[in-house]
């Protein structure tokens, strides 16, 4: 299985509104990723988790919630976004985060995540 | 900072004809370089990378990419394309001074018309 998987594959949420994005990866991969994409736009990094713990926050607002229950799930919880979040979000893993560089991302189809 | 740019928005070629994705590389040490393609509506998936060796490298779907230190570019090449290769393209950079981060070229859109 070298499949990530993401759900939902699409998002329509109000502004008050709480919700999750969930990912999935059973490769054995300890690093997971999470990254924004807006329309034809390269990915921006926005959190990085290594064997379950968070490794990187790229200076996100506290609106979005990271959460790594276990070494094969990576989530992330919204709340009370802004229209300019609406993006695709993506999730990526790999083996692991550090060395060795040659090192590839696998990642999930994403979220098509709309804040109306 | 290691950076990488990709100078053309939009790729236009016809099936058939060969292809060129153009991507240059700034960076300070050993540069470690990827490409990555995107389908509408898709995560990115692999297509190959160039960390030693032979400058010419091998990848998916056909793909190759030629490294060329001199000119700091790493393009991405096909010798004859397809339809089906119409996507957004991404070259990238592994970052060893940034977690070992990937830094992402702007993209470039390749249509192949039939």
């Known amino acids: 299985d070298t499949e990530v998987t993401q759900t939902p594959k699409h998002l329509v949420m109000g502004m008050t509104n709480k919700k999750s994005l969930k990912c999935e990866q059973h490769?054995?991969?300890?690093?997971m990723y999470w990254y924004k994409q807006k329309a034809k736009k390269p990915p921006e990094l926005m959190f990085v988790?290594?064997?379950?713990?968070?490794?990187i926050n790229e200076s996100v607002p506290s609106r979005f919630s990271p959460e790594c229950p276990n070494s094969s799930l990576l989530n992330l919880h919204l709340h009370a976004l802004q229209p300019e979040d609406s993006a695709l979000y993506l999730c990526?893993?790999?083996?692991?985060?550090?060395?060795?560089?040659?090192?590839?991302?696998?990642f999930g189809s994403g979220t098509q995540l709309s804040v109306l | 900072a290691q950076s990488v740019a990709q100078p053309e928005d939009q790729v236009n070629v016809a099936e058939g004809n060969p292809l060129t994705v153009k991507c240059t590389y700034s960076?300070?040490?050993?540069?470690?370089l990827f490409w990555y393609v995107q389908y509408p509506n898709r995560g990115l998936q692999f297509l190959l990378k160039?960390?030693?060796?032979?400058?010419l490298v091998k990848g998916s779907y056909g793909f190759e990419a030629e490294f060329n230190k001199s000119q700091t570019s790493f393009h991405l090449k096909k010798p004859s394309a397809l339809v089906s290769d119409s996507a957004l393209y991404f070259c990238?950079?592994?970052?060893?001074?940034?977690?070992?981060?990937?830094?992402f070229g702007g993209g470039t859109r390749l249509m192949v018309k039939p």
């Open positions: 990526a893993s790999s083996r692991e985060q550090g060395l060795p560089t040659n090192e590839k991302l696998f």
């Open positions: 490769m054995g991969h300890r690093a």
């Open positions: 988790y290594s064997y379950e713990k968070l490794s």
């Open positions: 960076v300070s040490g050993n540069p470690y």
């Open positions: 160039y960390i030693t060796g032979d400058n």
């Open positions: 990238a950079v592994r970052d060893g001074n940034a977690g070992n981060m990937l830094t």
